[in-house]
């Protein structure tokens, strides 16, 4: 038996409504458990994002810091909140639907995202996705930490893991697909023989269209109700 294409997804902005780690600030701002200094920093990071300059190795350390604040019981308390609150009800409906279609033709399915390992296993359990590649830290001694597993989940990086990945599974990037919205996933964009551009930055739609790429635009929300309970873990609260 040949191996099976992959299709590689996109959390933020691709399959999400927006970007996992904004939706769970809103989340910690309202439940009040984010001081000033942190609000500051996320709009920080936010307009960074939008202007494509985003630095990814300050946000990692300064996001598993804050949330290695926490016991990990009670961060995965809170991150359950947030994902049933603010995250489940922004998934698009299309892009569940394009990785059942790919299940259908016999693609394994994986979600590449620089989110962290604990929503991005929360969104492959809702949407049926095979496995992921997301940003993991050790657990130690009860509180999640910031040794952050190289290379990152972004940028050159998550092309780099997706490569490697194909590779275990004896897959060629030549006969994956990648959906994404944003200029930083352009590595893995190029390696694939399948590119396919999401909701696509302004940036991005201009490549895709030079390219000739299909552009998509996801809009309607999947309407879940019930929330989903991650299955496969690298640490245990």
Known sequence: MSPRPIAFFDL????LDGANGNLVVLYMVKKRLLGLEAIWK???????Y???RLPRE??????????????????????DEAYEDCVMPRLFREGAECIAEHKARGHHTVIATAAGEYMCEKVRVQ?????KIAAKAPVRDGYL???LERPLPYGEGKAELARVYAASRGVDLADCYFYSDSVPDLPLLMA?????????QKMLRKVALREGWPVLYWKEHAGFTEP?????LTFEF
């Open 12 to 15: 933020d902005h691709t399959l």
């Open 42 to 48: 996320a709009v920080k990071f936010t307009t960074l």
């Open 50 to 52: 939008r202007m494509n």
């Open 58 to 79: 300050e946000v990692y350390r300064w996001t598993f810091q804050e949330c290695g604040k926490y016991p990990i019981g009670e961060l995965v308390r809170m991150l």
């Open 127 to 131: 949407l049926g996705a095979d496995d």
């Open 145 to 147: 930490t910031d040794e």
């Open 192 to 200: 694939v023989g399948h590119p396919v551009a999401v909701n696509p």
């Open 228 to 232: 989903s309970t991650p299955v496969e």
